[in-house]
């Protein structure tokens, strides 16, 4: 067990649950595991499980079967919640509904106030914090002052603070705008490259789990496809049947494939498609 | 324009009185309006509106915004005292209509009586005008920690006024938000008589409170997931510390309190 803790941050075995009073699984057998410092993005419709499975992660929810480990730790287990909670820090979609003091740095220290750390060293942690999120000159103002990206920030430096080991977003970018959503993928990528924090990240921009190492498809609370990103997108049909989108170049090299341009399957980026535009004409 | 509200009457500066520790200025407070409903002399109302008004020198709020907060109180004001000229009984008579006669003891039961409101509005607001909402939070909570051992919930009340202060713009944001949906679906909510005009408010009321509710449910989660358990052995980012400003000021009220007494027993 030992060993496989130091390579892996979250561990589901056939990982189940049921609300109360449902009749289907909302999850139901999932097994998958999160690396450290890997950037893994769970994508699926509305109502496919993904949401239920983060909360999962961070014990808001016990599993009705089957396990979860978020670093070694078991989420059935009562006394070890508030431990989980510190590995696995969550922020939600809505960037209003998660704030809870009148001042960015104290909604900062909340985490770190409810875990009882000592004044000074909160101090030392949040302005810490507030500077990975490029934050720190709106230390002192009111969050209903901020835009939603900036918000969404200080949402991350909150659970940044806590120095955990993976940080889960819930749709955070869901309800950004596109500058925002920008800032706030931005930011947790520099986190995950930087600082070596795994990221899960449940969306449902396809742009944004491109840019993922590992790609998770969910359906009716199963995993359907797995795989990087490449792998994943490039089954184009296969995607499309599950209710999502592939990404926008991914999707034209799709249909240039279709009428016979001969380019790569496996677009991602713009950047990659410039590339492969450039090839075909440098080599007709 | 919703977003720029100020909350309270918190007046920000840098002064004395509002460095001061939250908890002392409670204290204080207390301690002064107490004092204040022990004077029953005109001279010792003098001494209390000359020591408000030093306190607020220093401040550098302006009187006026004293006044203005004893204003909305006026008709309390005016009714106690028309009450107190009826129904006191005395002995010395002013004048005789008959059926009611003004006696000198209700004309002073009634000024100071009128007195102590105006004092108790205005002490109060130098308080609330010198410390920020969420000051005043803080020193609530620490001021009623002992009361825990009672399980009087001390830290879930704080609590509860801090999410209220955080969550006062956003809601007001939110109701400015379906008051424009609803007028462009083309409610009314200026025109009609009272009944009327409360009945329009029914469709921003109701969205507004099931919003309230999910944003309620949301940030109860989002509390859990940062690993809130409630008050026990929480710390905090800002601890209270007294200073040498509030033995000054515990000294300077001490002082007034003496003045009060000395002076009651010379002419009272």
Sequence with gaps: MQNKQDENRIIASSLTYTYPEAAKNAVDGVT???????????????????????????????????????????????????????????????????????????????????????????????????????MTKY?????????????????????????PD???????????????????????????????ISVVIITHYMAEAATADYVIVMDGGKIAMSGTPREVFTQVQRVRELGLDVPPMTDLAYMLRKNGVNVRADVLTVDEMVEEVCRLSSSN | MLKDITLGQYFPGDSAIHRMDPRMKLILTIIYIVGVFFISNLPGYLLALAFLYLVVRISGIKFDYLLKGVKPLRFIIIFTFVLNLFFVQGETVLFDLGFWRLTKEALENAIYFALRLVFLVMGTSVLTLTTSPVQLTDGLERLMRPLQKFHFPAHELAMMMTIALRFIPTLLEETDKIQKAQMARGADFESGNLIARAKAMIPLLVPLFVSAFRRANDLAMAMEARCYRGGDHRTRLRELKYTKLDLFGALAMAGFIALIVVEGKLLG
């Design chain 1, 166 to 196: 993976v940080i889960i977003l819930d749709e955070s970018t869901a309800m950004l705008d596109p500058s925002g959503r920008q800032e706030v993928m931005n930011t947790v990528h520099r986190l995950n490259k930087e600082e070596g």
């Design chain 1, 139 to 163: 230390a002192k103002k009111a969050p209903h002052m901020l835009s939603g990206g900036q918000k969404q920030r200080v949402a991350i430096a909150g659970v940044l603070a806590m120095k």
């Design chain 1, 32 to 134: 998958m595991r999160v690396k450290k410092g890997e950037f893994l993005a769970i994508l699926g419709h509305n109502g496919s499980g993904k949401s239920t499975l983060a909360k999962l992660f961070n014990a808001l929810y016990v599993p009705s079967a089957g396990t979860v480990w978020v670093c070694g730790l078991d989420t059935r287990d009562d006394d070890l919640v508030f431990d989980i909670r510190q590995h696995a820090g969550m922020v939600f979609q809505n960037p209003d509904n998660q704030i809870v003091a009148t001042v960015v740095e104290e909604d900062v220290a909340f985490g770190l106030e409810n875990n009882g750390v000592e004044p000074k060293e909160i101090r030392v942690r949040i302005d810490e914090a507030l500077k990975a999120v490029n």
